[in-house]
């Protein structure tokens, strides 16, 4: 038993456990922000910041915060880990390389993907999250820190807004490949579920950084 917890299929586990919980957060994340652009004027503000406000004070949300940034961090270290593992467990390249005939180029390149999305994690969260927590944020007229307004001009910026945009890119390459392999790693792409699997990752990799994206060009574009 105690093997096993030291194995890579146990870290591999991990890493699938840890990085579907994250997709689970990134559609609730998204419903949140949507909140941005379904509405407009104070009645966005308003709903918002109080969105914001309940994100930040409720002690259920604060226990899923813990479990999201632990996730985050053991996600990190693990696949760093076993890309690494994975590249000395063969430290010389084969004499013929067949590429993308075996596999993709998202596959290929995982450990890039993952240190991009991790870059812009850091530079999303000290625009937001440090700011609504330590930052120089205002109230807005119903009493709430308005978090609203450091969105917005936010992404007044273009650079920001296409910031924001490649690094969705880069988020849904990730996705792509992450989801498939982590059903795969937990046993269930099998042959009967291999077909919807691929297409669910497909959509999901396709339709949750589409919709994250338009958040920001949307705004960008009312900025003008």
Known sequence: MNSYFTSTLFRKTLAAL???????????????????????????????????????????????????????????????????????ARPVDYAVS???????WASRNMPLLGV??????????????????????????WGNQDLYTVTVTAFREVWYTAFYVFSMIILGFHLNHGV??????????????????????GAFSILVPVAFASIPIILYLQSL
């Open 18 to 88: 840890s990085g579907l919980f994250l997709t689970l957060f990134l559609i609730g994340h998204l419903v949140g922000n949507l909140q941005l652009i379904m509405l407009s004027g104070s009645a966005a503000q308003e709903q918002f910041n109080e969105y914001a406000f309940f994100m930040t004070t409720n002690p259920l949300v604060k226990i899923l915060s813990l479990l999201t940034y632990t996730s985050i961090i053991l996600h990190t270290i693990l696949t760093i880990f076993l890309a690494i593992q994975s590249k000395n």
């Open 98 to 104: 067949s590429g993308s005939e075996n596999s993709s």
């Open 116 to 141: 991009l999305v991790m870059v812009f994690i850091a530079i999303h969260m000290k625009s937001f999250w440090y700011e609504m927590h330590w930052g120089q944020v205002g109230n807005d007229p």
């Open 180 to 201: 498939a392999s982590a059903f795969q790693t937990l046993g269930l792409k099998t042959q009967k579920y291999l077909s919807p699997i691929e297409k669910f990752a």
